[in-house]
């Protein structure tokens, strides 16, 4: 169905990046690639001055020992990216720079001010020139 797909997880919710996988695997044609991304947060710079300077190293670490959980052998080509900044604008990015077919991503319960779906799968709906399937 899909030839490129990039399935963006939040490592903090480790079950939901699973089940991405397990449906990225699914959806994807003989031949493809999925992109699993993770998008770290950039650290607002009057924090950052107070934290250890290895600190984006680390995370950085931290992030491609988890991607290389979720990967675990699913038969399929899976190519892993961590990226600094926005979460949406990277994520869109990304499916930019690789030319995405799909875009996968979860979403959490959201809260009363963005009832439907979270915030940064709203602003990657709103944005994205390819396919995007939202997972709760």
Do not use: W
């Not at 490592?11 to 493809?32: C, F, Q, V, W």
């Not at 020992?65 to 892993?80: F, N, P, R, S």
């Not at 799968?121 to 709103?126: I, M, N, P, S």
Request: proline share 2%.
């Amino acid at each position: 169905m899909y030839k490129h797909i990039v399935v963006a997880v939040d490592l903090s919710h480790g079950d939901a990046g699973k089940a991405l996988m397990a449906k990225a695997a699914d959806l994807l044609d003989e031949g493809g690639v999925v992109r699993l991304l993770h998008v770290l947060e950039d650290v607002p710079s009057y924090v950052a001055a107070e934290l250890p300077r290895d600190l984006n190293d680390r995370r950085q670490a931290e992030a491609k020992v988890e991607l290389a959980v979720l990967i675990e052998a699913k038969g399929i080509k899976v190519e892993t990216e961590i990226r600094t900044g926005a979460a949406a604008s990277q994520i869109l990015q990304c499916a930019e720079d690789s030319g995405a077919d799909l875009i996968m991503i979860a979403s959490h319960r959201p809260g009363l001010s963005d009832y439907f779906i979270g915030s940064t799968a709203a602003r990657v709906v709103r944005h994205a020139q390819c396919s995007v399937l939202i997972s709760r």
